[in-house]
């Protein structure tokens, strides 16, 4: 007994399978990720260094070497490329698309270690590295403004609260606070006045240093209590930095306010952000190499009403540049263009076959094959996304080909009077092979597809999988399910022809005035083979033509509803004056009135260096 020959005396059996079939593509449906596109990003390890002052150079050759050298021993890698500007250093680490990002990321924790000892001694900061591409751009914003705080507030918010949060969401590798305004007494010395005193600016920071002193001091173990030993508490104000001692001449004091100006300010000047041209502290979220987007994106989405329920009442949270958003409309499109490719299948069948019982057969086993294909996409590890989706589509096509051919053999037997039992055992038995065949010949097609090397490979490894699953899928549908459903259906040999309406006269006469201006066509054709020879030959070098001059890309253009913009202005640009500037250009955008929002920002943020005559 073969298994249509089983299916077609078990037909609640087959019945069960094919709704256990749709069950679980249903449930693995519902638990897919969606993406833009397959993962396919190569492993990227990002390492900052920073050392205060250092110009360029002395970046390039005292930190950024050393590091170079140590990376070029990990196994695996491919790429190094590094980039020094005043104060820092950003290398980025590209590896073999088949080594694990968190495999290498040990190594290259062992290799900075290891080149700890290279690094100038006054480094004090050690690098740090960061399982991010850095060329990718932010997944999301979240903007913080206040009008009753200030940024030194917004920031300690921004840092102590929002940013360690979303760190620690999976599929996080990267939060940068735009705009940073982290709150720190700034002391500017006077040197006319410390010329006058006979001091120097190391006497200015050791009296600093020695003042604000966070050591332990030790402790008093006495016969019946331990005491510990404290020492000054810390300062947090500019007047109790201005009263420190400087030094004590033959009884005349000098304190740090008699040589130098002590204002509170912020730790980094140079970087400023800005929502709609208010000063605000901006976040910039970066996903994980292999993360999904919209995952990440709607976890963070979860945390900002808890955000909000703990900041004051006066501090505004939005999220911006959510790039979400287009991900979920460009797979809502993609998802109609599949319900109108199945609509557009399941008329054509039915005009060609004209008969409404034997339609319903393929139509049938067409969502059956497609679902049961999802099912396979979720234990793979796979998602839905622009290609996966666009291999469904692909299938529709494919898939429908195995019912049809069985359905039509075994309605040849009916037809020619068979009992509708004894023509679905021998149309089956029949077609059986020729299904197999059919479905491994398909699948060979895409086998080169799915070997393919480089990104390419990657990106289009997971279309060749989809469009083979449904393949093989609608295979193992059409040998049980079509030839019980034929048994169930046609109940007499002989079936009742369809009956005749206006559209079937109308459609064959069309029918046969294409049929007859194609046997037309191909007599002229036959009769001037020369010409029809020099047309094809004309054809083949103005497609070679046509493709050498036609614009090509990795990705097809697609409208975000974003635009970032980068500004550029002189080298030797003072920090207010590129501030002026970048407002006004934001200001020219924001009155657009397409325009949603604005998000600016002036100097770099961390581990991420750029000039800091630069703008976004």
């Known amino acids: 007994m073969n298994i249509p020959q089983l299916c077609i005396q078990r037909p609640v059996m087959t019945v069960l399978l094919s709704v256990s079939c749709v069950l679980a593509g249903w449930l693995a449906y519902l638990k897919l990720p969606i993406a833009a596109l397959p993962s396919y990003n190569t492993p990227v390890i990002s390492v900052t260094a920073q050392f205060p002052g250092a110009s360029p150079e002395t970046m390039a050759a005292s930190v950024a070497l050393p590091l170079e050298k140590q990376f070029s021993t990990i196994d695996g890698i491919s790429v190094i490329s590094s980039t020094s500007i005043l104060g820092a250093t950003s290398i980025t680490l590209e590896f073999n698309p088949d080594k694990n990002i968190d495999l290498v990321a040990v190594d290259v924790q062992a290799a900075l270690l290891r080149a700890q000892r290279l690094l100038p001694v006054e480094m004090t900061t050690p690098p740090s590295y960061r399982k991010v591409n850095p060329a990718d751009a932010p997944v999301?914003?979240?903007?913080?403004?206040?009008?009753?705080?200030?940024?030194?507030?917004?920031?300690?918010?921004?840092?102590?609260?929002?940013?360690?949060?979303?760190?620690?969401?999976?599929?996080?590798?990267?939060?940068?606070?735009?705009?940073?305004?982290?709150?720190?007494?700034?002391?500017?010395?006077?040197?006319?006045?410390?010329?006058?005193?006979?001091?120097?600016?190391?006497?200015?920071?050791?009296?600093?240093?020695?003042?604000?002193?966070?050591?332990?001091?030790?402790?008093?173990?006495?016969?019946?209590?331990?005491?510990?030993?404290n020492v000054n508490k810390q300062l947090y104000r500019a007047t109790e930095f201005a009263q420190l001692i400087v030094t004590n001449r033959n009884g005349i004091i000098i304190r740090v306010a008699d040589v130098a100006e002590v204002e509170e300010s912020y730790e980094s000047v140079r970087t400023a952000a800005s929502y709609n041209g208010e000063r605000s502290i901006i976040l910039s979220v970066q996903r994980q190499p292999n993360a999904n987007t919209v995952e990440v994106i709607d976890k963070i989405r979860e945390l900002i009403p808890v955000f909000k329920a703990q900041l004051p009442a006066s501090v505004q949270l939005l999220t911006l540049n959510d790039r979400s958003v287009s991900i979920r409309e460009a797979i809502h499109d993609i998802k109609i263009s599949l319900v109108l490719t199945m609509a557009l299948v399941i008329l054509v069948i039915l005009v060609f076959i004209r008969h409404v019982v034997a339609t319903i057969i393929p139509t049938l086993s067409l969502p059956i094959s497609l679902i049961g294909a999802v099912a396979l996409l979720y234990p793979l590890g796979y998602s839905l996304d622009n290609i996966s989706l666009m291999g469904i589509t692909l299938a529709v096509g494919l898939v429908v080909d195995d019912a049809i051919v069985m359905l039509e053999n075994i309605m040849r037997h009916i037809e020619e009077g068979m009992a509708p039992l004894d023509a679905a055992l021998k149309g089956s038995k029949e077609m059986a092979f020729?299904?197999?065949?059919?479905?491994?010949?398909?699948?060979?097609?895409?086998?080169?597809?799915?070997?393919?090397?480089?990104?390419?490979?990657?990106?289009?490894?997971?279309?060749?999988?989809?469009?083979?699953?449904?393949?093989?899928?609608?295979?193992?549908?059409?040998?049980?399910?079509?030839?019980?459903?034929?048994?169930?259906?046609?109940?007499?040999?002989?079936?009742?022809?369809?009956?005749?309406?206006?559209?079937?006269?109308?459609?064959?006469?069309?029918?046969?005035?294409?049929?007859?201006?194609?046997?037309?066509?191909?007599?002229?054709?036959?009769?001037?083979?020369?010409?029809?020879?020099?047309?094809?030959?004309?054809?083949?070098?103005?497609?070679?033509?046509?493709?050498?001059?036609?614009?090509?890309?990795?990705?097809?253009?697609?409208?975000?509803?974003?635009?970032?913009?980068?500004?550029?202005?002189?080298?030797?640009?003072?920090?207010?004056?590129?501030?002026?500037?970048?407002?006004?250009?934001?200001?020219?955008?924001?009155?657009?009135?397409?325009?949603?929002?604005?998000?600016?920002?002036?100097?770099?943020?961390?581990?991420?260096?750029?000039?800091?005559?630069?703008?976004?």
């Open 140 to 229: 999301l914003f979240v903007a913080l403004n206040s009008p009753s705080l200030n940024l030194s507030e917004l920031n300690d918010f921004a840092e102590s609260l929002i940013a360690p949060t979303i760190s620690t969401i999976n599929g996080v590798a990267l939060v940068n606070v735009n705009g940073q305004k982290k709150y720190a007494i700034r002391v500017r010395a006077n040197p006319q006045a410390l010329a006058a005193h006979n001091l120097t600016m190391d006497d200015v920071l050791t009296a600093i240093s020695s003042g604000n002193s966070n050591t332990p001091v030790g402790i008093l173990d006495g016969p019946k209590q331990l005491l510990t030993i």
């Open 434 to 616: 020729t299904i197999f065949s059919i479905s491994v010949s398909l699948v060979a097609v895409f086998i080169p597809i799915f070997f393919m090397p480089g990104v390419i490979g990657l990106l289009f490894h997971e279309f060749a999988v989809v469009v083979g699953l449904s393949v093989l899928v609608s295979a193992l549908v059409s040998l049980p399910l079509v030839p019980m459903l034929c048994r169930r259906f046609f109940t007499a040999a002989h079936p009742d022809p369809p009956p005749e309406n206006r559209f079937g006269p109308i459609f064959e006469r069309g029918f046969k005035a294409v049929l007859d201006t194609y046997a037309d066509t191909l007599d002229v054709a036959l009769r001037h083979r020369r010409w029809v020879l020099g047309v094809a030959v004309l054809t083949f070098g103005l497609t070679i033509w046509l493709t050498m001059i036609s614009p090509k890309g990795f990705f097809p253009e697609e409208d975000l509803g974003q635009i970032q913009a980068i500004t550029e202005a002189s080298e030797d640009i003072s920090f207010e004056e590129m501030t002026r500037l970048q407002a006004r250009a934001a200001e020219i955008v924001r009155q657009d009135p397409n325009v949603a929002y604005v998000s600016s920002f002036v100097g770099s943020p961390p581990f991420n260096p750029q000039q800091l005559n630069n703008g976004r």
